[in-house]
Each structure stands twice: as structure tokens, then as C-alpha cells.
């Protein structure tokens, strides 16, 4: 299962209301985030994650409400006595600011940072049991969507085709699950395959924020269990939307229906909108599993079968 935690989910500004961005993605105990707006440590501590166990931060672009946390949460990091290499993935650019902050003495890090400056769409990181993809988005500076995704899982195991081919309850039942071939007392050799169903889909999500609709995002987030997209302006004030390089609410249930996703989390929402309620019938009319964010939600992301 994974788990994804909206720490903040305004655009623009911090409000009392709602940070601006970053997600974590919590998954075999690590963690994976996607931007990282200003207040984003504040928002870590207030959830039930813990910040040592950052993997990777993925910055989408560099606009304030996506990147003016990051200084900040390296800093803790090393103050917190990190000793584990961090991955940071993000625009071109990337290299540039992080040195040049070390440069000043504004940052100071002991433990290794491997940057990745995105500059085409591809699988760009292969992490401990999954991936990350990336693909252009349509923003008004370069912007970057991220795909996490696992490989596929092994099929379902047979347990009566097991019993039936002679392999005994116990330790091969497991190695048969996990794709090992055993063999039997007799010598005869058993193949996972013989035991086991079609293989299975491992999780996929896909974040896209900020960005007009395009079809990046739609390729992005293809087939996806969830994609997080944001939803700036509400249904009606798409031509706003699309003169600033965002989206609206109903654009970001578009593409979630598109993409064929199963489920839809919208972000990044205008600090000007006290009430989103008033927005679900629409949007859902258009894509029916969409959930509204707010800061510090936590959404569960479990097998389909
Ligand atoms: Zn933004
Ligand atoms: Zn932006």
C-alpha cells in the first residue's frame, strides 16, 4: 500500500488555511516528495511522517510556491545529523541554485545530494521497488510531471495446482510466490509460472502541477491508480486559467478521465475560494472519483486486486 499526504495544497500563497505546495508519497518506508513550497518542514511535522526518511524531492518548476521550502528542509536535514545521500530531481537550473546557495554559506550539507536536472521526458530515477517518469507539462516557465510507479507484481498463486503438482506446504510456497523455480524431492523442477496467475499491475501515480491541460499530463498519468493534478481556478474560468498556464478544476477532471485514472486528487487551489463545495457536482459529472485536497489529508492507495 502507499499512502499520499497532501502537506499543502493552495497555490500562490501560504494562507492559515492551506500551505502552498508539496505532497509525500509514504511507500515500504520511505518517502518521496513532490514539490516543496515554503512551510513545507512545518507541514511534515504537523503530519505523521518524519523527514529522516526522505528519499527523493521532486521539484516540478521553479516558482516560490514550489521550490522556497527546499533550502530549508536540506538545512534541517543536516542538522538532524543526515548521513544517507538524498536525491533531488528538477528543471535545469537545479545544479545552479543549490550551488550557489552553498556558495553564499546560505546552505550548508554534509551528506551526499544527487541532482538530476531534467531535460527530457523518460524514466529519470529508479528508486528501492519503484520508478519515476517524467513528461513536459504547460506552464509559463519549463515544467516537469512526475509518474512513480512500480514494476508489476507476480501473479496470484494457485494453491491447488501447487498441492496438485507435489509441492509441499511450506518454505517453497513462498519462494514460488516470490518467481523462484524449486525443486522437488523427487528432482523434478517446478517453475513459478506453473503455480502462478497472470502477472499483476504494480501502483502507478502521476502528479501535474502547475499546468494548462495538455497532453503531456493526459500521457503522464495514463491508466494511473491516482493522479493529483491541480485545479487553480473553479468550473467556468478556463480562459483565466489557461492565460496564466493553469487549469481549472473541471480541466484537471478532464484529463484524470482522459488518462483513464481510477481516482482523481485536485490541488493547488486558489487561496481566493473559502468554499469548494459549491464546485464538486460539476466536476464530478466529468470524472466521479475526484477528491478535493487539503492540507495534510491522507489517501490511502491500495491494490486493485
Ligand atoms: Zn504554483
Ligand atoms: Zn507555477
Known sequence: MITVHTLGTGSGKPTPER???????????????????????????????????????????????????????????????????????????????????????????????????????GVVYEGNGYAIATERLRH?????????????????????????????????????????????????????????????????????CDTQPCDGAVRLAGGADLLIHEGTYGPGEEKLAHARGHSTMLDAARTARDAGVRELIITHISQKYTRIEGFAKKVREVFPQAHFARDLNVFELKYNA
Open 140 to 208: 509559463r516557465v519549463p515544467c516537469w510531471g512526475y509518474r512513480m510507479f512500480e514494476p508489476p507484481r507476480p501473479g496470484k498463486f494457485n494453491l491447488e495446482q501447487a498441492r496438485a503438482l507435489g509441492v509441499p506446504a511450506g518454505p517453497m510456497f513462498g519462494r514460488l510466490q516470490r518467481g523462484e523455480a524449486v525443486t522437488l524431492e523427487g528432482g523434478e523442477q517446478i517453475q513459478p509460472e506453473d503455480v502462478l496467475g497472470p502477472a499483476r499491475p504494480g501502483l502507478a501515480l502521476a502528479y501535474c
Open 19 to 121: 500551505n502552498v505546495s508539496c505532497t509525500a508519497v509514504f511507500r515500504e518506508g520511505e518517502l518521496v516528495l513532490f514539490d516543496c513550497g515554503e512551510g513545507t518542514q512545518t507541514q511534515i511535522a504537523r503530519s505523521q511522517l518524519r523527514p529522516g526518511v526522505i528519499q527523493v524531492i521532486c521539484i516540478t518548476h521553479f516558482h516560490g510556491d514550489h521550490i522556497n521550502g527546499l533550502p530549508g528542509l536540506l538545512g534541517t536535514l543536516q542538522l538532524n545529523q543526515r548521513t544517507e545521500p538524498l536525491t533531488v530531481i528538477g528543471p535545469k537550473g537545479l545544479k545552479q541554485y543549490l550551488q550557489t546557495l552553498s556558495r553564499l554559506n546560505i546552505l550548508g550539507v554534509g551528506y551526499g545530494l544527487n541532482l538530476i536536472e531534467v531535460t527530457e521526458p
